[in-house]
C-alpha cells in the first residue's frame, strides 16, 4: 500500500481571509520608498538637470526676473553663445546667469567708444543685448583680454546692467565652477521655450 507524506502539504485559504496588517513592514517599505526616490532625485539634480529661478534685470531682454529655467549639467562642455548658471569664486553661494562670449584661448577685446565685443579680432553679432557697453561700464579689467585655460568669458545680455567678466571680481569664469546650460524657459507660460531661436 502507497503512503503519502503529508509534511509538504500545501494548504489554501478563503480568498475573504486578509493575512493581519504589520505595521512595521508597511512603514518599512514607505520608508525605503522615499529613500530610494529621494537618492534618484538628488543624483538627477547633482548630474543631469535642475531648475533655477533669475533674480536681477542683468539678462533682458532674453531673460526677466522671476523666469524659471531648465538647466542641464550632463556632460556639458560650454560653447560661445550658451546661456550657463554658474559660482563666481568671490561669492560662491550666489549663482549667476550669463552668456558665454569666449572660451579658453579666445581674446575678448572691447572698442571704449561704441561698445562693440570682438572675439580673435571679429565683432560679434549680437542681436540679444539690450544696449552696446557704455563707456563707464567698461569694468575694470584690461583688453584686449587672453581667456585662461580651464575658464570662460561671459556678459550679460543687459551689458549696462551687469556684474560679469568685466569686473575683476568675477573675471574669466573657471569651468568647474559651471552648474549647466540654461536650454529653456518653463515660467512663465507665456514665453515657454527654448533661450536659442
Request: net charge negative; proline share 9%; glycine share 6%.
Amino acid at each position: 500500500m502507497e503512503e503519502f507524506n503529508n509534511t509538504e502539504q500545501t494548504t489554501a485559504v478563503p480568498a475573504d481571509v486578509k493575512p493581519p496588517f504589520n505595521w512595521k513592514k508597511e512603514a518599512l517599505d514607505w520608508v525605503t520608498s522615499i529613500a530610494v526616490a529621494l537618492i534618484i532625485a538628488l543624483l538627477i539634480r547633482r548630474f543631469v538637470f535642475t531648475l533655477v529661478r533669475v533674480d536681477g534685470p542683468s539678462m533682458n531682454p532674453t531673460l526677466t526676473h522671476n523666469d524659471t529655467l531648465f538647466t542641464s549639467r550632463l556632460m556639458y562642455t560650454p560653447k560661445v553663445g550658451d546661456i550657463i548658471i554658474f559660482r563666481p569664486p568671490a561669492s560662491p553661494k550666489t549663482p549667476y546667469v550669463k552668456r558665454v562670449i569666449a572660451t579658453e584661448g579666445q581674446t575678448v577685446d572691447i572698442d571704449p567708444l561704441t561698445g562693440t565685443v570682438t572675439v580673435d579680432g571679429k565683432a560679434y553679432d549680437e542681436p540679444y543685448i539690450a544696449e552696446p557697453i557704455q563707456p563707464s561700464r567698461m569694468g575694470d579689467m584690461e583688453y584686449p583680454f587672453t581667456v585662461p585655460e580651464g575658464t570662460v568669458f561671459v556678459l550679460g545680455d543687459n551689458r549696462n546692467n551687469s556684474h560679469d567678466s568685466r569686473d575683476s571680481d568675477v573675471g574669466a569664469v573657471p569651468v568647474k565652477n559651471i552648474i549647466g546650460k540654461a536650454q529653456f524657459r518653463l515660467l512663465p507660460l507665456s514665453t515657454f521655450g527654448s533661450l536659442y531661436k
